[in-house]
Structures are given as structure tokens and as C-alpha cells.
């Protein structure tokens, strides 16, 4: 089955690719309260679509290549 991937579902696959990654400090770096991105992680809630700009940029900040361009802003 080949699934479409939401953005969301990138992300978290993002996190899961880089441990070091520190949700807390993302949320700072995201500008969002990290209450609100432990619910996006943890399945409870999709990203905001005012966000996605936001989450797939700071994606493409820590190398993530997996955005398809079709959908989301990508990395410059």
C-alpha cells in the first residue's frame, strides 16, 4: 500500500531520524508553546496549516530530504 505522507507524518519521522534533536528547543526555535508540539508528536494533533511553512523549513534546516516539493515549501 503506498500511503501519501502528511507533513506530520514527515515530521515525526524527522524526529525519529535525529534523537538529538531537542522537541523543547524546536519549539522555541518553531516559535510555538511545546504542549502544543508533544500533542503534534505524539499523534494527538496534525501541524497547524498557518505552520507548515514554519515546520518544513526547519526541517530542511537540519537536512531532512524526504519533503516532497509538490506539497510544502522546500529547502532553498
Not at 506530520?8 to 522555541?28: G, K, M, N, Y
Not at 526555535?29 to 508540539?37: K, W
Not at 530542511?60 to 519533503?67: A, R
Amino acid at each position: 500500500m503506498n500511503a501519501t505522507l502528511t507533513l506530520t507524518d514527515h515530521f515525526r519521522q524527522f524526529l525519529a531520524e535525529r534523537p538529538a534533536i531537542s522537541p523543547e528547543r524546536l519549539a522555541v526555535e518553531l516559535g510555538m508553546d511545546p504542549a502544543n508540539l508533544h500533542k503534534i508528536i505524539h499523534h494527538r494533533r496534525d501541524i497547524p496549516r498557518h505552520r507548515r511553512g514554519d515546520f518544513s523549513r526547519a526541517m530542511c534546516k537540519y537536512g531532512y530530504t524526504g519533503l516532497p516539493s509538490q506539497n510544502w515549501p522546500t529547502c532553498p
